[in-house]
């Protein structure tokens, strides 16, 4: 089985970026579409971003388009998501998924999660 490790959250101001790193072990990630997901404090998880098992396609949030940029490196088996002008509004756990299902979306069907990497934007 895959599991996944987060990593690259913290206490960030406004305005400023983060990088998340999701890396995996267990299993090669080429063949998962890969995401990230989001939960703030009193919110349910939402998606943020995906990205497709050989990285042709994406897909962002209308909350974070322009802003946040999602990308995978198969041979590092690893995923990243480029966080810039960070809002207070972006503060919440960040978790990665990997999809069991699709190799091109992460949004529906089966899926293996991480543990989350806390991220908090203060004004």
């Known amino acids: 089985q895959v599991q996944l490790v987060e990593s690259g959250g913290g206490l960030v101001q406004a305005g400023g970026s983060l990088r998340l790193s999701c890396a995996a072990s267990?299993?090669?990630?080429?063949?998962?579409?890969m995401g990230w997901f989001r939960q703030g404090p009193g919110k349910e998880r939402a998606f943020v971003a995906e990205?497709?098992?050989?990285?042709?396609?994406?897909n962002v949030a209308e909350s974070a388009k322009g802003r946040f940029t999602i990308s995978r490196d198969n041979a590092k088996n690893t995923v990243y998501l480029q966080m810039n002008s960070l809002n207070p509004e972006d503060t919440a756990v960040y978790y990665c998924?990997?999809?069991?299902?699709?190799?091109?979306?992460?949004?529906?069907?089966?899926?293996?999660w991480g543990q989350g990497t806390q991220v908090t934007v203060s004004s």
């Open positions: 267990g299993r090669t990630l080429s063949s998962y579409a």
């Open positions: 998924a990997a999809g069991l299902t699709s190799p091109f979306s992460v949004r529906t069907g089966i899926r293996r």
């Open positions: 990205i497709s098992y050989d990285g042709g396609r994406t």
